[in-house]
């Protein structure tokens, strides 16, 4: 069973301005799809609280983080995690993007990135419940192969 952390960022969700409604979209889709236990965090759109949220759920198998990988001068989600992680992913967040863009041309506006930190994988969504949704359906096809694969397993 994966071990899996959602965190929203936004302010105005952490503010309780409104419902964090992506976090809790990303995380039944991730129960529904794959063996899993989820939790979630909300954080402002402060790259040290990020990060520091980041650090927290080190040790699960996946960090999944929705929101702050837009252009608007708040959006520091990328910046964070790439701040935490060892070294670079890109072919998930690429995939990511390249799939949205299917589905939406502003996709290629994101900025997420994904990253390893330790035997913990961070991937960075949007922060829009339809963008966040689309991109969590895609992960689950390859969640536990890639924690098979960190951890030594069949390549």
């Not at 759920?57 to 935490?84: C, F, H, K, M, Q």
């Not at 992680?85 to 939406?104: D, F």
Request: charged letters at 25%; aromatic letters at 4%; proline letters at 5%.
């Amino acid at each position: 069973m994966l071990a899996i952390a959602v965190i929203t960022v936004s302010d105005r969700a952490f503010k309780k301005e409104y419902e964090d409604l992506s976090g809790p979209a990303v995380r039944e889709i991730l129960r529904t799809g794959v063996p899993c236990e989820v939790g979630l965090t909300v954080v402002p759109d402060e790259k040290d609280a990020i990060k520091r949220a980041i650090l927290l759920n080190a040790g699960n198998d996946y960090i999944i983080t929705t929101g702050g990988t837009g252009l608007s001068p708040r959006d520091v989600t990328p910046e964070a995690t790439r701040e935490v992680c060892a070294r670079e992913v890109p072919g998930i967040s690429e995939w990511l993007r390249r799939e949205s863009a299917r589905e939406t041309p502003n996709a290629v506006l994101s900025r997420g990135y994904c990253g390893q930190m330790g035997n913990t994988i961070v991937i960075n969504l949007p922060g829009s419940v339809r963008g966040a949704s689309f991109c969590a359906r895609l992960l689950v096809t390859i969640l536990e192969h890639g924690k098979e694969m960190i951890v030594g397993g069949r390549h």
